[in-house]
């Protein structure tokens, strides 16, 4: 849930990267993070695991908006994409207030993708979050690839609930701004709803 500063006089909104290992996610927050003005944002945060290249997290705020004489500021999170690290996935949900999945489009990755999903939905329950209640938005990543399903097939498997959903390479960068600015206005309206 948004975090309030009112010395600072911010609105401090989470939202997390979720997905399989690999799907993109930590490439999404790289070209995020590099395409900010340096002035909109702070330190990006990683932490390296041993046994692979996948970021723990990554830490980026990013100013838009205002609410009530508030600015907004929003906290970019990954989640590592193997199953072996649970423990940290739930940690990082802590607190959420948005969440993007990024799929990975590749036909031999949809058990992933699937898995990956089922896992998101029930670490945010033992939380006590609904991600049918939560601002979310699901991102079809790697979309350049030769081997990638449909938008169609991955709507199918991925998105049966029909939350917005945006095709993406997050290598060149396309489709990256799109997501984070739909999920961004989505808690924004929630934020205004009062929840």
Do not use: W
């Not at 830490?59 to 009530?68: A, Q, T, Y």
Request: charged residues 25%.
């Amino acid at each position: 849930m948004s975090f309030i500063n009112y010395a600072s006089r911010e609105i401090n909104c989470k939202i997390v990267y979720y997905g399989p290992g690999l799907c993109g996610k930590t490439t999404n927050l790289q070209f995020v993070y590099q395409k900010t003005a340096p002035d909109a944002k702070g330190k990006m945060i990683s932490l390296a695991t041993e046994t692979e290249r996948t970021l723990f997290f990554d830490f980026l705020p990013l100013s838009l908006g205002e609410i009530r004489g508030f600015k907004t500021r929003f906290h970019l999170y990954t989640v590592p994409g193997q199953v072996f690290y649970d423990a940290s996935r739930k940690l990082i949900l802590k607190g959420v207030d948005g969440v993007v999945f990024v799929a990975d489009s590749q036909e031999e990755r949809i058990d992933a993708n699937i898995e990956s999903l089922e896992n998101l939905r029930i670490n945010l329950k033992e939380q006590g979050y609904d991600l049918d209640k939560l601002p979310y938005i699901v991102q079809y990543n790697k979309r350049d690839l030769p081997n990638v399903m449909t938008v169609e097939e991955l709507r199918r498997e991925l998105n049966p609930t029909n939350v917005p959903e945006f095709e993406a390479c997050a290598t060149t960068g396309e489709g990256v701004f799109e997501t984070l600015k739909a999920v961004a206005k989505l808690i924004l309206i929630d934020l205004k709803k009062g929840k």
